[in-house]
């Protein structure tokens, strides 16, 4: 089935430093979403994003977070900079339209550890 | 916005036996309701979902139930299996917006 790649699986930062997380949405897909998950469970929603804006975002979607897909490459995340409480897995995802019941893909996720 | 609250964090279950998993939603709006599975150190896996239309859907082993009145909707596991073992999340779209998550419920299936 479609699939959602994310790269790199897992990344290891020093606090204060950028990071950018990748997402490589279905091909056709028109939406694009990040999500954070916490301690195993909580998928807390940050952010999604369509025809090149961010069309909601939550509280947690801080500053220091952004996101573009330039020129229809990757889906990305970029923190900068980095804080302690921002280790946690990210899971991009996409789908081809939103609401009415339209599915979302999710990516395997980029677990982040800040030091 | 949209809470969704699910009600079960653990449930532990036998082989063969029924698993049943609790959510509820605050926006009335909401009219899609998807269910994912992520097994131990992996991504979310799509399982099954339930559009506003309706009030029950199967596939295969899965049941979904929606009560809209309630707010309320379930994943019924029939016939559980060990590879049914499992973090399950329930979630609603907010009225056609980005999918807001329960909390997780973990369920174990035991031989």
Redesign the interface.
């Known amino acids: 089935g479609p699939k959602v790649l994310q790269i790199p699986s897992h990344q290891i930062i020093d606090m204060g430093q950028m990071v950018t997380l990748n997402c490589d949405p279905v091909s056709n897909h028109l939406y694009f979403?990040w999500?954070k998950q916490i301690l195993?469970?909580?998928?807390?929603?940050l952010v999604?994003f369509y025809n090149g804006k961010v069309m909601?975002k939550s509280k947690l979607f801080k500053d220091q977070f952004s996101v573009e897909r330039p020129d229809g490459s990757y889906f990305t995340l970029k923190i900068q900079p980095t804080a302690l409480e921002d280790s946690a897995v990210y899971?991009c995802a996409s789908s081809l339209g939103?609401?009415?019941?339209?599915?979302?893909?999710?990516?395997?996720?980029t677990r982040l550890t800040v030091v | 916005g949209e809470k969704v609250e699910q009600h079960e964090s653990t449930l532990s279950v036998r082989e063969g036996d029924s698993a049943v998993i609790n959510c509820t939603y605050t926006d009335t709006a909401s009219s899609y309701f998807p269910w994912y599975k992520q097994e131990a150190g992996k991504g979310l896996h799509f399982v099954i979902d339930i559009r506003s239309n309706v009030d029950r859907k199967q596939s295969q082993r899965l049941i979904v139930l929606l009560d809209k009145k309630a707010k309320r909707f379930s994943l019924h596991i029939t016939a559980t299996q060990p590879e049914d073992s499992a973090i399950y999340f329930c979630a609603a779209d907010q009225g056609g917006r980005a999918l807001i998550f329960g909390t997780g419920t973990t369920v174990s299936v035991s031989p």
């Open positions: 979403y999500y195993g469970q909580q998928m807390e929603f999604n909601e899971f939103q609401g009415r019941g339209t599915e979302v893909f999710f990516g395997k996720g």
